[in-house]
């Protein structure tokens, strides 16, 4: 347990000072479950600085995430109120280490959802449904990690920005998503590319969170994962995704 605290303090060094960290050595892995253990603690750490924990978010649900960086398995982090930005705002390229955006979905839920449910026992727990575009940064040297590390490390997540609500209904099986920078596209997918079904990531999410004792409560946000690749960040871009029926969240780095 010393070992895994001194990993969640090193990693949440890495978070405040905006400074990469070694993986953990080959010989040191660990799995996924004792990754979630160093994930909670890093989220304790935070905790005492003043942060609240506002829901989670899910990682690596596409395929073109997961080739992307070389893991294969559906993960999930916490996000907390200081991650949160303003849709419209800017973000501030020096807060982190090798930032990337990525498009998503986000649900936001109107009862509590933990354990196994079904999509419609999902679906009828959300009070909205919103455009999003979530921020991951790595704390990792190059971006490179194991399942191990990146579960650690909060599975990745830095920030979030969420546009305008809409229906709990509205259908996103299927809808079309372009990430633009500076006008131009830069990423083109579906929604479908989300476990065939974005639905199905806040099922994962519920099941998922139940295991390590955490429970998805009323208010909570969910991102239900990037339906593409994510595309790394530098000052001075304009960033904005769209989204099918859902409209638009956009931002600038500064």
Known sequence: MTTLAATAQRLDQAIRTATATHQMPEAEQFDAATGYAVQAMGIELRRRRGEMVIGVKMGLTSRAKMAQVGVDEVTWGRL?????????????????????????????????????????????????????????????????????????????????????????????????????????????????????????????AAQMTARAGHVLEAGDIVLAGAATAAVPLEAGMQVEAEMQSLGRVGFSVV
């Open 80 to 204: 907390t109120d200081a991650m949160r930005r303003e849709e419209g705002g800017s973000l501030v390229r020096a807060d982190f280490i090798h930032p990337r955006a990525e498009p998503e979905i986000a649900f936001v839920l109107k009862r509590r959802l933990s354990g196994t449910v079904s999509l419609v026992e999902a679906a009828l727990a959300i009070e909205a449904v919103a455009p999003a575009v979530e921020i991951i940064d790595s704390r990792y040297e190059n971006f490179r990690f194991s399942l191990g590390d990146v579960v650690a490390d909060n599975s990745s997540s830095a920030a979030f920005f969420l546009g305008p609500y809409a229906r709990p209904d509205l259908d996103v099986a299927n809808l079309g998503i372009v990430l633009t920078i500076d006008g131009r596209p830069r990423e083109i997918g579906s929604s479908a590319a989300i476990l065939g079904h974005p639905l199905r990531a806040l099922v994962a």
